[in-house]
């Protein structure tokens, strides 16, 4: 079974710090995606990456960046946080060999409060 | 890109009752669709998906849902609930425009009572 592990489940900071949200899977995934989840939006895609060193913006990247230095780890970076990312930030993993039926695999979440 | 539209934003229904969780997607020439469950502080688990082939899928916990193309709806249904149910719940459809993403909609909150 495929195993996505967000490294923290709650986490609190403080406005303007620099935090960063960490995401491991241990499929081989080549795809890796970050999503945050509100209450009444549903889940907005923030960035996603298709292969080690490789990103792309998704629907609401502004004030987010990622880094993928390796294969099975994708990292959501706040350079300065702000309360308007207070959230639920989903980590996702997917392989490619089945294209686009291939299921998202998502990771427990981390629940974000900026203060 | 393709989106999706859940027609109900909260679904309150009894114990053993059936129930429908209504999903509308924008139209596209081949779409591939899912539904996932989200448990109160858990990730999205998946329930089902159709990807081709026979219009009734058949996913885990006694969920099906039903592909209508002309319709565009992939609604969810269960014939009989029961409290372990109560859950968000989040269509969803493969975009090709942002490569192997997918885009949700905003959710159906089931709770079941007893």
């Known amino acids: 079974d495929v195993k996505v592990t967000q490294s923290s489940r709650y986490l609190v900071k403080r406005t303007g710090e620099k935090v960063f949200l960490e995401c491991v899977q241990d499929?081989?995934?080549?795809?890796m995606f970050w999503y945050r989840q509100d209450p009444g939006l549903g889940l907005r895609l923030i960035y996603f990456s298709y292969d080690v060193k490789m990103k792309e913006k998704g629907d609401i990247p502004e004030g987010y960046s990622v880094s993928r230095e390796k294969k099975e780890r994708f990292s959501l970076i706040l350079e300065s946080a702000s309360t308007n990312q207070t959230s639920m930030y989903l980590c996702?993993?997917?392989?490619?060999?089945?294209?686009?039926?291939?299921?998202?695999?998502f990771g427990n979440g981390t629940r974000l409060t900026v203060t | 890109a393709q989106s999706v539209t859940q027609l109900d934003s909260q679904v309150p229904v009894f114990e053993e009752a059936p129930v429908e969780l209504r999903c509308n997607y924008s139209?596209?020439?081949?779409?591939?669709l899912f539904w996932y469950v989200q448990y109160p502080n858990q990730g999205l688990q998946l329930l089902l998906k159709?990807?081709?082939?026979?219009?009734l899928v058949k996913g885990i916990n006694g969920f099906e849902a039903e592909f209508n193309k002309s319709q565009t709806s992939f609604h969810l249904r269960k014939p009989s609930v029961h409290i372990s149910d109560t859950a968000e719940y989040f269509c969803?459809?493969?975009?090709?425009?942002?490569?192997?993403?997918?885009?949700f909609g905003k959710g159906t909150s089931l709770l079941v009572t007893p």
């Open positions: 969803a459809v493969s975009d090709l425009s942002s490569g192997y993403a997918l885009n």
């Open positions: 499929m081989d995934h080549e795809n």
């Open positions: 139209s596209s020439v081949s779409v591939y």
């Open positions: 159709y990807l081709s082939g026979s219009t």
């Open positions: 996702a993993s997917k392989g490619v060999r089945q294209g686009l039926s291939s299921p998202l695999h």
